[in-house]
């Protein structure tokens, strides 16, 4: 009995450092490129300094100025992969939580997730 229990814990012990791998991923490639798009972006501004008045407005506006290139939109939707780095870590998380069946800290991930949602609409008004 205590060599299925050993087994149990270094099963569980083996996805919780798998999580913690992959949040760490999530986090850096989200940074990595967060920064990216920025420096591109300051990049084209540097070449185009007029652009740097530019309104874009909304966010799906900015996306789509990005991708015709005004320097402005691309460091902002820079700036906005940055902000969703931490949302999709908690995605990120309760799926991990749910693959592990750990249903409380998949309702704290949950919880943090909605909280997350109500901010961004309270924020949008």
Request: glycine fraction near 6%; hydrophobic fraction near 60%; proline fraction near 3%.
């Amino acid at each position: 009995m205590s060599n299925e229990n050993a087994k149990a814990a270094a099963e569980r012990k083996r996805v919780d450092v798998d999580l913690n791998q992959i949040l760490h991923y999530v986090l850096l490639v989200g940074v990595m490129a967060s920064i990216a798009v920025m420096l591109l972006g300051l990049v084209l501004l540097f070449f185009n300094p007029g652009a740097a008045s530019h309104h874009t407005g909304p966010i799906v506006a900015t996306v789509v100025a990005a991708f015709h290139g005004n320097p402005m939109a691309i460091i902002t939707v820079g700036i906005l992969l940055l902000m969703m780095t931490p949302a999709i870590r908690v995605v990120t998380c309760i799926i991990g939580f749910l693959v592990e069946r750990d249903w409380a800290y998949t309702a704290i991930a949950v919880a943090v997730a909605l909280v997350l949602t109500f901010s961004i609409f309270v924020a949008a008004e």
